[in-house]
């Protein structure tokens, strides 16, 4: 990309040759701007092939269902929820005992959403209540920090059997190397209860046929969810699959509604499609790492580029994510750049 490759306009006018570090900002938002020109759909498909074709890659209330679509919307945008206050003596609540099996990122992150008591109200407010948390001691420094932090309710095993003897729903968060070992184990001990346990695999290569078979849990209880750590924070959305409001569960969609929201997928073609743009939370992250370096390498301190990076992505991500249902608002987003502004030419 050269100075003479610009809009006539901006390199002539707004931009004299003089103005390096003017020059050094567009090459900076213009590269950002091509790296998200090139995940557009031909990359998102890249992705989903990746995803539906080697099964050892690892990936790190108000329900809506289009009759056309495979997709079920169940979530709350973080522009529109409001914290309620629920008085839970007044409600009927279902309680549940949670089981996480492995504790590594996406359990700790889960298992902290459902623990934390700021989150009480709107579990409250989806008609349930957290009795207990029981995770396995691996990985340590994770469950250590769980019960540290949530002692009155986390309770560390070193069993997976404890953990399913102790639990409703059950999490499987381990390696995708792991899960036929650990589910034939338990198999074979007997631990699964088919009447009480639901089964909810966070294992990217899971498929819902194949852990039914090595479980002998009914369809109806056996779901695959994906999420990112935001979840621990009421923010995000997961994916689970398949729809837990089809088959009448009682109680899933429910609480990943209290925790933030999620979409459901009727069959795996859908949630690998949708699992694609989860693959892009590490490339954001490196964008924001390089423009904050850039701003320090133009003399902005480590501190104020940090911050300044961080707020303004934030800013730009919320804009995006209210109103969010309507499929209409990116493109009203981008017809609303300035005309001749510098975001609306770096996009052209």
């Not at 890659?57 to 329900?63: D, F, V």
């Not at 298992?111 to 009480?120: C, V």
């Not at 074979?188 to 290569?205: C, I, M, Y």
């Not at 779901?223 to 409001?245: D, E, H, N, V």
């Amino acid at each position: 990309l050269k100075h003479k490759s610009l809009p006539h306009k901006l390199s002539q006018r707004t931009m004299p040759h003089n103005c390096h570090h003017r020059c050094y900002f567009i090459l900076l938002v213009a590269i950002a701007s091509l790296f998200f020109t090139f995940v557009d759909a031909f990359q998102l498909s890249s992705i989903k092939t990746i995803i539906c074709s080697n099964p050892s890659t690892s990936l790190h209330p108000t329900t809506t269902h289009d009759p056309n679509s495979d997709i079920i919307f169940s979530y709350q945008t973080m522009s529109t929820s409001k914290k309620l206050k629920v008085n839970s003596d007044d409600v009927k609540l279902q309680t549940i005992r949670a089981g996480f099996i492995g504790c590594g990122t996406i359990a700790f992150s889960i298992a902290s959403g459902l623990a934390n008591p700021d989150h009480k109200t709107y579990l409250t407010e989806n008609g349930l209540s957290i009795s207990s948390i029981s995770v396995t001691r691996r990985s340590e420094p994770k469950s250590s920090m769980l019960k540290e932090k949530y002692a009155n309710v986390v309770t560390v095993y070193e069993d997976a059997e404890d953990v399913l003897k102790n639990s409703d729903v059950v999490f499987l968060c381990v390696l995708p190397q792991h899960v036929d070992s650990m589910l034939s184990e338990l198999k074979e001990k007997g631990a699964w209860r088919k009447d009480e346990h639901t089964l909810v695999s966070l294992v990217s290569t899971s498929k819902v046929d194949d852990l039914v078979q090595k479980t002998h849990l009914p369809s109806a209880s056996v779901f695959k969810m994906i999420c990112l750590p935001p979840i621990a924070k009421r923010q995000g959305c997961a994916l689970l699959q398949p729809p837990a409001s089809k088959s009448e569960h009682p109680y899933l969609k429910p609480m990943l509604d209290a925790l933030g929201g999620c979409v459901e997928c009727a069959n795996d073609d859908i949630m690998s499609a949708l699992m694609a743009p989860t693959c892009l939370m590490g490339p954001m992250y490196g964008i924001m790492m390089n423009n904050r370096d850039w701003l320090v390498n133009q003399g902005v301190s480590p501190e104020d580029a940090s911050y300044f990076v961080g707020r303004t992505y934030l800013a730009i991500v919320q804009d995006g994510e209210r109103d969010c249902r309507d499929p209409h608002r990116f493109d009203e987003l981008v017809a609303e750049q300035t005309p001749g502004g510098l975001n609306e030419q770096v996009r052209r």
